[in-house]
């Protein structure tokens, strides 16, 4: 069964690949299962249609059959538990990608998005250099124990994995910022994630996504 994700008809990220249906979009390609999308307008995402998938109306949904996810981790979750490719066979091996996933979403992702909220919402607030300062001094702790765990490696734990997955679309909202040139290691880590055939393939679909908008 071919399942249904849904997405933005008109991506705040403008083609940047930060949309978080890039990341269940280059899972989907890594594993070879083929996909339809769903566009929607940010009106629909509070409709009770679409509130029906997702209760916080956001993107991304997941429809396979009977089966709705939301939750872009989840959704990655689900896609690499059914096929192979994403997590180790080793049961070890496995828990440890789970948890760089959680790890993914859990510990780095959050201050750099509230980075990203805090550029867009609280650039006028008196309080805005301090909020920034408070904001990059966090991200820079994370990302120094990140990059101090994947020293030299080409990934995370061994093969690359559903951690790797997350961990790059994590920190591709760090492109263009001088706080992940920083980290050498970790700047080459991203590199290597977007030079993979899937996440190729994912991005170009997520951009036509864009351009179509653009110029209809």
Not at 113 to 119: E, M, T, V
Request: without cysteine; glycine residues 8%.
């Amino acid at each position: 069964m071919t399942p249904t994700i849904t997405a933005f008809v008109r991506s705040p990220d403008r083609g940047k690949g930060l949309a978080r249906d890039m990341r269940v979009r280059w899972a989907l390609e890594e594993v070879g299962q083929s996909y339809d999308v769903r566009l929607l307008s940010f009106k629909a995402l509070k409709e009770p249609g679409h509130l029906a998938l997702h209760p916080f109306g956001q993107i991304p949904t997941y429809e396979e059959g009977d089966l709705v996810l939301f939750e872009s981790g989840s959704i990655v979750l689900h896609i690499a538990e059914r096929h192979a490719g994403l997590l180790p066979s080793d049961t070890k091996a496995r828990a440890r990608a789970i948890t760089w996933m959680f790890a993914a979403l859990n510990t780095v992702e959050p201050p750099i998005f509230d980075r990203d909220l805090a550029k867009i919402l609280e650039r006028d607030e008196p309080w805005y250099e301090q909020r920034l300062h408070v904001l990059e001094d966090s991200i820079r702790k994370r990302l120094g124990g990140l990059s101090t765990r994947l020293g030299d490696a080409d990934w995370l734990d061994g093969a690359f994995s559903a951690g790797d997955l997350l961990m790059v679309s994590v920190l591709l909202r760090l492109k263009g910022s001088n706080i992940l040139d920083e980290y050498p290691n970790l700047s080459a880590y991203v590199a290597r994630g977007e030079a993979r055939p899937a996440f190729k393939r994912a991005f170009e679909a997520q951009f036509a996504v864009f351009t179509a908008a653009s110029t209809g």
